[in-house]
């Protein structure tokens, strides 16, 4: 059973078009996390919710927006794509956020190519 | 500001131990994670520390200094299979994960 995927594996796309990544996490966890990981290979907190509702929001253009339909589900959507969104990114999920052992379990992340 | 500080790359035979340092400053602490990520896949989770010491669980160790704001990752008995980055993420006060860049271990026969 596949705890958090991510769909698609792989997204290549002309710079302009709108995009969506899903996530779905199985594991009955109450916080959802978006990550990047560029080519230095930084990961960088983009989006946190918890129960649904938004707790983390860095510094993002907001040309990416989070949608959370449900706790299991945490979708990526991004419009006007430009060349420096090229990068993996990588949902992840935890059973909560303010607890301090609170492991994070990833997607097998998205690669995200924008030509 | 949050920083954290690990050696780009390290390269280990098989069979050998390697002691992977980080450092960080966060803005407050609630512990700290490492994580293992092979080439092209997600990060997964191999150890948590919060208190002062050393962490045992297998072939893996990590060690906590939070006064020196110091933390080592120990992988004994080394595999080929053990190829990977390793990413050191200390919690900061609002319960996020700091991320570094890793550390990228290369095992040879």
């Known amino acids: 059973d596949t705890a958090v995927s991510q769909t698609p594996k792989y997204l290549v796309t002309q710079m302009g078009n709108d995009k969506s990544i899903k996530c779905e996490q199985n594991?009955?966890?109450?916080?959802m996390y978006w990550y990047k990981q560029d080519s230095k290979k930084f990961l960088k907190i983009m989006f946190s919710?918890?129960?649904?509702?938004?707790?983390i929001n860095e510094t993002v253009p907001n040309r990416f927006s989070p949608k959370s339909p449900d706790k299991a589900h945490l979708n990526l959507h991004i419009n006007s794509l430009e060349l420096g969104d090229s990068a993996v990114y990588f949902c992840?999920?935890?059973?909560?956020?303010?607890?301090?052992?609170?492991?994070?379990?990833f997607g097998p992340g998205t690669r995200l190519t924008v030509l | 500001g949050q920083n954290i500080d690990q050696p780009t790359e390290m390269t280990a035979t098989e069979g050998a131990i390697v002691q992977i340092n980080c450092t960080y400053q966060t803005s407050g602490f609630n512990g700290l994670f490492w994580y293992q990520q092979h080439a092209g896949e997600a990060p997964t989770f191999l150890s948590y520390n919060v208190l002062d010491g050393l962490e045992e669980k297998g072939r893996f160790s990590s060690f906590l200094s939070r006064s020196k704001g110091y933390s080592y990752l120990l992988l004994k008995e080394l595999q080929m299979k053990d190829s990977a980055s390793y990413l050191c993420?200390?919690?900061?006060?609002?319960?996020?994960?700091?991320w570094g860049a890793g550390t990228k271990l290369i095992i040879k026969p």
């Open positions: 993420a200390p919690m900061d006060s609002n319960y996020q994960l700091i």
């Open positions: 919710y918890n129960n649904k509702e938004l707790i």
């Open positions: 992840a999920s935890s059973q909560d956020w303010s607890g301090v052992t609170d492991t994070q379990y």
């Open positions: 594991l009955g966890h109450d916080t």
